[in-house]
């Protein structure tokens, strides 16, 4: 184990993020976030005007950091580690969040047809007043895409909760070409940069 006897909790929502963590078995226990704006989202996670993805990547992986944290005070929770990240899919400055409806995934998956884009994704842990911070940036290409099979992966479902509308574990496989950098990092949680990080505070 990773962490033992103790365990870490983890901010997301992500079945992939606790796939990954079950791979390197760290022990955890899930912290879900408020997502719906109607009740008060806790991590506003808007784009603001002119800010470049690796300063919106950190800036929103902190924040659920920080909400994770404020969860567990409130709730009267052990004091144990928040592990939270946020993974965002950019061409140059544009970026690319989970899509709104099936004409924005489409949209998504053609501007990314036949180009290398870039893969962010931050991951921090926070106890206490401590924070760490680590970000993994990867290069993917996507080949050539016709448009039925666009379609095809549009209506399988499969693009709504993903950034970039894609996930390089399912059927959107078969649309990389290349990639240089950090396959589990592309999934969206990097786990070289999570064991690290975990390994500083304190794990064995």
Same mark, same amino acid.
Not at 155 to 162: L, T
């Given at each position: 184990m990773l962490v033992s006897p103790s365990y870490i909790y983890l901010a997301s929502r992500s079945l992939r993020?606790?796939?990954l963590l079950q791979q390197i078995q760290v022990d955890h226990e899930l912290l879900l976030l408020r997502i719906n704006p @109607?009740?008060?989202?806790?991590?506003?996670?808007? +784009?603001?005007?002119?800010? @470049?993805p690796l300063d919106y990547v950190k800036r929103i992986c902190l924040a659920k950091a920080e909400a994770g944290w404020k969860r567990v005070i409130q709730?009267?929770? /052990?004091?144990?580690? +928040?592990?939270?990240?946020?993974t965002t899919v950019c061409l140059g400055d544009r970026i690319f969040g989970s899509p709104a409806g099936a004409d924005e995934a489409r949209a998504t998956l053609r501007s990314l047809s036949?180009?290398?884009?870039? +893969? !962010?994704t931050a991951v921090a842990l926070k106890l206490e007043d401590r924070v760490e911070l680590a970000v993994s940036e990867s290069a993917v290409r996507f080949r050539d895409l016709e448009d039925d099979?666009?379609?095809r992966y549009?209506?399988? %479902?499969? /693009?709504?909760?993903? @950034?970039?509308a894609y996930a390089i574990q399912g059927r959107a496989? @078969?649309?990389?070409?290349?990639?240089?950098?950090?396959?589990? %990092? +592309?999934?969206? !949680? /990097?786990l070289y940069e999570t064991a690290s990080m975990?390994?500083?505070?304190?794990a064995t």
């Open positions: 993020r606790r796939e @109607a009740r008060g989202r806790d991590v506003d996670e808007d +784009v603001t005007s002119g800010e @470049a709730r009267k929770r /052990p004091r144990k580690a +928040v592990l939270a990240a946020d036949g180009r290398e884009h870039t +893969v !962010l099979e666009v379609e549009v209506q399988c %479902g499969e /693009p709504f909760d993903k @950034a970039g496989a @078969a649309f990389i070409s290349e990639i240089r950098g950090s396959y589990s %990092g +592309v999934m969206g !949680l /990097p975990l390994k500083k505070f304190g």
